[in-house]
């Protein structure tokens, strides 16, 4: 697997950003805007499930939200492999990195949860009515539970080896 790695710091984009003065700080800028778009859409749709806002239709908010949730994912995908590659060998030893990936899979696997069992039964709830699904309940609770952890593991990858 080492190979791979030192295979990809050897990229152009790597060099690039390994060696421009800009490319480095623009690229955790964009990634730091793409968490928020991507968290913040999720949370506003998290604490909707939670109860918060129920006059607000859960299907309606959803169209709104989860284009922002695509375009904030793809943000960060693209800088975070950018980020990734110009020091790739030394990221993927990261104990906080690799922790940092496995949440975001188990981010992503509860998000395909919820979208494939969870939501319908959310959407048909009546606002009117106190009763919230427990697992859209616990599909929002986990999700956010899972990206705070997502935030931190990626702020402790400075402080980690």
Do not use: C
């Not at 030192?6 to 421009?20: D, F, N, P, R, Y």
């Not at 999720?42 to 939670?50: A, G, N």
């Not at 188990?106 to 699904?133: K, S, T, W």
């Amino acid at each position: 697997m080492e190979n791979v790695w030192h295979t990809l710091e050897g990229t152009q984009a790597a060099i690039w950003v390994k060696t421009s003065t800009w490319a480095y700080p623009l690229l955790e800028t964009a990634h730091v805007i793409g968490l928020g778009l991507l968290f913040g859409s999720i949370f506003v749709l998290d604490l909707r499930l939670m109860g918060v806002g129920r006059p607000l239709p859960l299907n309606l908010l959803a169209r709104h939200m989860l284009p922002w949730v695509w375009t904030g994912f793809i943000v960060n995908a693209v800088s975070g492999a950018l980020l990734f590659m110009s020091d790739a060998a030394e990221f993927a030893a990261n104990t906080a990195f690799r922790v940092k990936i496995v949440l975001i899979l188990l981010a992503g696997l509860n998000a395909a949860y919820f979208h494939a069992r969870a939501y319908r039964y959310a959407v048909e709830v009546d606002p009117a009515r106190h009763d919230i699904p427990r697992a859209s309940l616990l599909a929002a609770l986990v999700s956010i539970a899972l990206w705070v952890s997502v935030i931190t593991a990626g702020r402790m990858i400075a402080y980690v080896e």
